[in-house]
């Protein structure tokens, strides 16, 4: 079995950008919808904020990066199976909780 680098040691290393998010009041657009002039509550940007990752959102890029990486070794090496790593890896950890009800690609 390939050893895995923990979510919390994996975390601790990445850097995460805060993303802005659309203004609620002008859906992005940064005109008001009655009057047609700037938003008030954007100042006509569109942008109502900075928004951060959530733990889910985290722990499924996580998730989706340890199987890219197990999936590029295994492709290269003979003495290891994609199926195997990844299913002692998902029986280890579990999968995030947003993708336990979801398909994965």
Known sequence: MITIQPLYEWQALQVFEDREVECQECDGTGECECC?????????????????????????????????????????????????????????YGRPGSMRNSVIH
């Not at 047609?36 to 509550?41: I, P, Q, S, T």
């Not at 890029?61 to 003979?78: D, G, I, K, N």
């Open 36 to 92: 047609g002039r700037d938003c008030l509550e954007c100042g006509g940007s569109g942008m109502g904020g900075i928004q951060t990752l959530s733990q889910a959102e985290i722990e499924a890029r996580y998730f989706c990066e340890v199987m890219e990486s197990l999936q590029r070794l295994c492709a290269f090496s003979s003495r290891h199976d994609f199926l195997d790593e990844a299913g002692a890896f998902i029986k280890r």
